[in-house]
C-alpha cells in the first residue's frame, strides 16, 4: 500500500480542528486507511543515515498514513482532507468543471507519427490562475511522484510533465527524434546536454537512472518542444530547465505523455481535480486540444461523470446490514458518490466522479457502503445454514485421471498459461485467426503474448528441452485452456483439457490409442456409436495426412489424436516422430467447469445440491438406542445438550480428527434436532446427518461416550423389591456413570501436543532490470530472518532483455510465517526488488 506523509499541524489546519494521535488514528479507521506511524523528519533521517546527519533536520511531527492501492485520489494533503472533509459531513463533495480559455483558443499539443516507436499517446490540461505556497508546490511534486510509482509503473506506462505556461508558446509538438539531434539544458543543470549525453550523465543518478532502460534501447527518443523550438521535456527521464516551475509560477501547462492512454486519462485527471481548488476559479481546469498524427482532434482533461444503478438489497446482503435506501444513499455520498433513490423499487443511482477510477463494478460501491457504515458496527450473526464442502467436480475428476494415467507410465507435466502467437498457431500449421486465442495488450516478453488454446506447445517444448532423456518419453497434462467466448461477461472462458505425448522411434500410434481406450474405460464410456464412444478419420494440418482420428462420444466430438506432421516436430526442434492426443474433458460431467451466473455480481456465492431422495434401495438410519445418558450428561435436558454444544464448540467430530461411529452413537442419543441456540451442536448435528448412507463403513469408536440404558423394572416384581434395605444399586450404578463422565472430561481436556505444520516455499524475486546486483539482492533476501523460517538453495533463472530473476527455495512454519509477512519483508528492499512472487507451495 502507498503510503502518504503529511505534515501534522497543516493536516489539522486543513481539516479545521486538532485530533489526538488516538483519535486521528480511529478516524483513519472509520474512513478504510491506516495510521502507519507517527515520525519526525529528523527522525527518519537519524534511522536511515545515523544522528549525525539529522542534527539540522526538522522536528515537525509527520504522519504516516497507508492508503489503499487504487485510491489515487488520496495519494495527497488536498485529496485527503477533501475525503475527510466530506466523510465527516462537514464538506460536499466538489464538482469539477472544465473551461474554455478565455482568449477562445485553447493550448494544442499536436503529436507526430514518429512517437509511435515510443510513447504514442499524450494527454493534455491548462491550471490556469493558480496561487502555490510552499506546502502546495512541496504536496504538487509529491503528488506526481507517488503517481509515477503507482499506476504510472515506475513511468514506463505514463510520464508526468508540468511547465510554468507564461515561460512557453504554443502550439506544442510532441515528437521522436535521435538521440544525438535531441539539445537542451535539463532540469537543475547549467549547460546544455544532447539526449546521449543526458543518458551517460544519469546512469550514475540514483533517482533518474532507474528510468533509462525505458527509452535507451529505443532508435528514437520522445520529445515536447513549444512553438519556439524550445524543449519542454524528453519523457520519461526529465523535464527541460526553461519552463520549470516555482512558487510564482501562476499557469501551469500538465502533459502527460504514455504507452497506455486510459491510465494517461486518469493521471491527468488526478493532478487537476486535486489542485484545482487553488485556482482563481475553483475546481475548474482549462482544456487542452491534443491533435494526433491521423488528424483526431481530442479535448483534455476528461473529468466524465458517470452512473451506475443497484439495489439496496444487494447492499444489504453482502454487507450484512438492514438498512433503509434512502440510508444507504447517504452512507455512499459520505464517500464522495453522489447517491439517491430513483424511486423505483430499492434501486439506488450513483454518480461516480472523476477522482474516483477505482469504481469499476457494483462490488466497489458496496465496499464503500460497508466502510461508511463501519465495520466494527456490522452486527455479528450466526449463519441460518452450515454446508458441507465438496471437491468442485471437474477439480475431482482430474485428480483421479492424474493417478490412473501416472500408473499408466506418462509423466505429468505442467506448463505456462500463457505463449506466444507462434507456438500455438504458425508452428502448428494454422493461422492464428482460427484459434480464439486472448491476446495479452501490453506484453513484456515475445514468449507470453497469448493464453493458450492448446496443451499441444507447451508439452512440445517439454520434450524438447529433454531430449537427452533415455527413450521413450511419455508425458501428459490436464490444464485449462482459455478460448474466446462473447455469451461470457468477461468474453473468454476457460476449458479443461487432457493432452497426452508419446515420443520414440517409432510413432507409437497404437500407445497413445490405448491410452484413450484406458482414459474411457476410466470415464465408464464404452466403445460403441451412438451412446459411447468412437473414432473416425479426420483433415488436421498439426497431424500427418491419413494419421489423423477425431474422438467422438454421444455423437460430439471432443478432442483428435494421431501422429504429429514431420514440419510440426520439425519446428519444435524435435528429430523423431511423435503421436499426440488431446480431448476435452468437461463433457464427461454433463456441464462446463465454469458455473452460470445468477446473480447481479459476477461471483456465484453458494450452490443448491438437492440431497437424494431417501428410498427403499438405501439404507435407513438406524433406530435410536433408547439410552439418551452420555458421558457428557443426559441430552434429553437442556443441560445435556449445553454441555455437548461447548464441548463441540472447538471440535469437529466427537472423537479425533474424522467421523467415527463415536459420532453416529451420539447422534442417535440426541432425541430431537436442536435448537438454533446451539449453534455448535447444530453444525455437527446437521453435518453428521448427511453421513446416513455410509453409517455402516465408518471407523469404530476408539471410547464409549454414550452409556447403556438403565434395565427397565420387571412387571412382576410385587412392593417388597421397591424396598431397599441394603442400600441402592441404582446409586452405584450413578456413581459409576459419574466417574466415568469425570474421567471422559478430563481426558479430553487434557490437550495433545499439537503437530508443527510446516510448508515448502519457492519464490521468483524479481529485480528492476538486468543492472541490478543479483549477489547483493540475494544476500538481501536472506538476510530476513525470522522465528520458524530456513532459507534453502536458490539459482538465477533468465527472464528476457538479459533480466535475470531470484528463485529460492525456503521452509516456514506455517502458524509463525505467512506468505504475506514474507513478501512483504522482501520487497523492502526497494533499490534491489521489484516484486515477489511464490512459483510454488507445498504442505510438508
Known sequence: ?????????????????????????????????????????????????????????????????????????????????????????????????????????????????????????????????????????????????????????????????????DTISGPFTYTAKAPGDICFRPLNQTKEYTAT??????????????????????????????????????????NGDHSKISLKT??????????????????????????????????????????????????????????????????????????????????????CLLSQPTGVGDEIEVEIPPTRPDVIHACDIMEDAAIAYGFNNITRTTPHTYTVANQFPLNKLT????????????????????????????????????????????????EFQVA??????????????????????????????????????????????????????????????????????LLEVKAARGEGYHIQAADDSTFFPGRCAEIFVRGTSVGRLGVLHPDVIGRFELTMPCSALEMDLEPFLGHTAEILLTHDV????????PFPALSQSQPALPSRLPSTKTVLGDLSSHAGLKALNDFLADRSYIEGFTVSQADAAVFDAIPSPPSQAFCHLRRWYSHIKSFHTERARLPSARSQFVLPPTPPASPNNNSEDDIDLFGSDDDEESA???????????EYASKKPALVAKSSILLDVKPWDNETDMAKMEECVRSVAMEGLLWGQSKLVPVGYGIKKLQIGCVVEDDKVGTDLLEEAITGFEEYVQSVDVAAFNKI
Do not use: W
Open 736 to 746: 459409576e456413570a459419574a466417574r466415568i463422565r469425570e474421567q471422559r472430561l478430563s
Open 602 to 609: 459476477p461471483m456465484q456465492e453458494t450452490f443448491k445440491h
Open 452 to 521: 493458450r488454446t492448446t496443451l499441444l506447445p507447451g508439452l512440445l517444448k517439454t520434450i524438447a528441452a529433454n531430449r537427452k532423456m533415455p527413450l521413450p518419453l511419455k508425458l501428459f497434462e490436464i490444464s485449462d485452456v482459455v478460448l474466446k467466448d462473447e455469451s461470457k461477461d468477461v468474453g473468454a472462458r476457460n476449458s479443461r483439457r487432457f493432452c497426452a505425448i508419446y515420443y520414440n522411434k517409432t510413432p507409437g500410434f497404437e500407445v497413445i490409442h490405448g491410452l484413450l481406450d484406458r482414459t474411457m474405460q
Open 197 to 238: 549525453q543526458l543518458m551517460s550523465l544519469y546512469k550514475t543518478d540514483s533517482h533518474l537512472r532507474h528510468y533509462l532502460p525505458i527509452i535507451e534501447d529505443k532508435p528514437v527518443y520522445p520529445v515536447i518542444y513549444d512553438s519556439n523550438d524550445i524543449v519542454l521535456s524528453m519523457p520519461p527521464i526529465i
Open 250 to 335: 501562476k499557469n501551469v501547462f500538465i502533459e502527460c505523455t504514455a504507452t497506455d492512454l486510459t491510465k494517461a486519462k486518469i493521471v491527468l485527471d488526478m493532478i487537476v481535480t486535486m489542485f484545482s481548488e487553488y485556482c482563481a476559479q475553483p475546481f475548474t481546469v482549462e482544456q487542452a486540444e491534443v491533435v494526433y498524427p491521423d488528424g483526431k482532434t481530442c479535448i483534455y482533461p476528461e473529468l466524465a461523470y458517470r452512473k451506475e444503478k443497484l439495489s439496496g438489497e444487494f447492499i444489504n446482503k453482502k454487507v450484512g446490514i438492514r438498512e433503509s435506501t434512502e440510508r444507504i444513499a447517504q452512507l455512499l455520498t459520505r464517500m
Open 1 to 165: 500500500m502507498p503510503t502518504v506523509g503529511v505534515k501534522r499541524d497543516f493536516l489539522f489546519k486543513a481539516l479545521g480542528r486538532t485530533y489526538t494521535d488516538e483519535e486521528f488514528d480511529e478516524l483513519c479507521f472509520e474512513f478504510g486507511l491506516e495510521l502507519d506511524e507517527i515520525t519526525s523528519e529528523r527522525e527518519i533521517i537519524s534511522k536511515e543515515q545515523g544522528d549525525s546527519k539529522a542534527s539540522d533536520a526538522s522536528d515537525v511531527i509527520l504522519y504516516k498514513i497507508d492508503v489503499p492501492a487504487n485510491r489515487y485520489d488520496l495519494l495527497c494533503l488536498e485529496g485527503l482532507v477533501r475525503g475527510l472533509q466530506v466523510f465527516k459531513n462537514k464538506l460536499e463533495a466538489p464538482r469539477y468543471r472544465r473551461l474554455s480559455p478565455d482568449s477562445g483558443e485553447s493550448q494544442r499539443l499536436i503529436i507526430t507519427k514518429e512517437t509511435a516507436a515510443v510513447r504514442p499517446h499524450a494527454v493534455a490540461a491548462v491550471l490556469r490562475n493558480i496561487t502555490f505556497t510552499q506546502e502546495r508546490y512541496d504536496s504538487f511534486i509529491e503528488l506526481q511522484e507517488k503517481l509515477h510509482q503507482n499506476i504510472c509503473r515506475k513511468r514506463s506506462l505514463v510520464a508526468i510533465g508540468t511547465h510554468d505556461l
Open 399 to 446: 485428480e483421479l485421471l492424474r493417478q490412473d494415467l501416472a500408473a499408466a507410465g506418462f509423466t505429468e507435466a505442467l506448463n505456462f498459461a500463457l505463449c506466444s502467437q507462434e507456438d500455438i498457431a504458425d508452428k502448428l500449421g494454422k493461422k492464428i485467426s482460427e484459434t480464439r486465442a486472448i491476446h495479452i495488450s501490453n506484453p513484456k516478453t515475445a
